[in-house]
Each structure stands twice: as structure tokens, then as C-alpha cells.
């Protein structure tokens, strides 16, 4: 490899990193090649060819005459009859994490009772919490869990940061996702704090239902994705 190609990759992986940690927002212009060139100490060549190959990574696009920008690079989410929230984004080469906000045990409401097949007053344990990708927060996640079936599973989800991997500690092996209901809904100031957005953007909602082996309902959740991050994917 010569010292060129060296050069050329050396820049096209300092921005590319800087736009997968979102340190540019979508549609931000970036420095020209001349700011560029004089920051590397480089010739505007070099920073021509690092700029193709971001643009082969789909990162960037330029417009004539106004310069290069930073492109929405959405993640596709795939809903199907397996959940599984961190594989689903490692298979998009992204880094995923969940951080719990707050959770607590109390009776169910009307809606837990219908979903979850609960009696009345039957105690659920709920979970608020947070899903980065790529250290960037991406959808708030509100889960409620069967208490009276599952009394341990908050102290393992702590531990293990993974819906699956506490089910399977609590013997169920296999999760279903029995159904799914997908909606729009805009931004208010509560959820705009917890994902780094503006008051008013658009956020999908989701709302589903988990089963196990026997469908036996295990887990209610409602997500909201960051709308301008994540798209959906539905497998049929």
C-alpha cells in the first residue's frame, strides 16, 4: 500500500467515524476540501478520493456548487417472530447497548390485564428504558412483564442488559413476538430529552405483544424510534 492510500484512508476513516458517533447531524455541510486539505496537510486530491469512498458508503452527498453534506443513513429494524433487540442492530454492523431508566412492581392497568392475560390487580414488574446504537440514544422502550410468573426478572435484566438472555435464565427458551402494532406519533418534550431531539419530530411507535413456546403472553412492550435514525422492516 503506498503512503497516497495510506493518506486518503487515514481521512476517509477519521469522518467516517465522526459521522457513525453522530457528531454531525443529518444534512450538516461539512468543511470543504480546502479546510480539509489544510487540516490533514494534504492536497485536495486526497480529500476528493476520501470523499468518494464516503460517498460509496452512502455517508455523504454533495450538491453543485453548495458542497458536501452529511446523508440520513437509517438503520432498518426488522420486526419478525424473533425479538431480539442487540443482534438485531450488530446485524447492522452497529454497536447496541439498553440502559434502564427506572422500573417498578405495581397492579396492572385495563391494558396490561387484555394483553398480558392477567387477572384483575395482578401485579406487573415495568421497565423503562433507553436502546443506543452506536453510544446514540434510538428508542425508548416501556415494558411490562408478568410479576407473579417472572418475580426475579428485573434482577437478572439488570445484570444482563438483554430481554432474551433473562428469559432464557428464567426457562424460556424461545420468545415469540405474537403481534405487532405500528403507528406515528410526534415527539413531546419528555421523549425528546431522553433521545437528543427536537420537541415535534416524528417518532414510531410500536406496541407488541411476546409469547412463549406455549403462547403464553410474556411481555408487553412500547418502543418510539427515533424516526430520523431508524426505518422498519417487517418479515414476513
Given at each position: ?189 419528555i421523549k425528546s430529552n431522553f433521545l437528543n431531539i427536537d420537541v415535534g419530530k416524528p417518532l ?7 409469547v412463549d413456546f406455549n403462547k403464553k403472553p410474556i411481555e408487553l412492550s412500547e418502543s418510539y ?12
Open positions: 500500500m503506498t503512503t497516497k492510500d495510506l493518506l486518503w484512508k487515514e481521512i476517509y476513516n477519521s469522518i467516517k467515524r465522526e459521522i457513525v458517533l453522530n457528531k454531525y447531524k443529518i444534512n450538516k455541510k461539512l468543511d470543504s476540501e480546502g479546510d480539509y486539505a489544510k487540516q490533514f496537510n494534504v492536497n485536495r486530491h486526497t480529500i476528493r478520493r476520501a470523499f468518494k469512498e464516503l460517498k460509496n458508503d452512502n455517508l455523504i452527498y454533495s450538491k453543485r456548487g453548495l458542497g458536501v453534506f452529511v446523508k440520513s443513513s437509517k438503520i432498518s429494524y426488522s420486526i419478525s417472530k424473533n425479538v431480539r433487540f442487540t443482534e438485531n442492530i450488530l446485524e447492522e454492523n452497529k454497536s447496541a447497548r439498553i440502559e434502564i431508566k427506572s422500573f417498578d412492581i405495581a397492579e396492572c392497568n385495563l391494558f396490561e390485564k387484555k394483553e398480558l392475560d392477567l387477572k384483575k390487580n395482578e401485579k406487573v414488574t415495568r421497565i423503562n428504558s433507553i436502546g443506543y446504537i452506536n453510544n446514540s440514544p434510538s428508542v425508548i422502550t416501556f415494558r411490562s412483564i408478568p410479576h407473579k410468573r417472572f418475580p426475579k426478572f428485573i434482577n437478572h435484566f439488570v445484570k444482563k442488559q438483554s430481554v432474551t438472555k433473562t428469559f432464557n435464565l428464567l426457562n424460556v427458551k424461545k420468545i415469540i413476538r405474537s403481534k405487532t402494532l405500528i403507528n406515528a406519533e410526534i415527539s413531546d418534550k414510531i411507535k410500536t406496541t407488541s405483544i411476546n424510534f427515533d424516526g430520523s435514525k431508524i426505518q422498519i422492516l417487517v418479515k414476513v
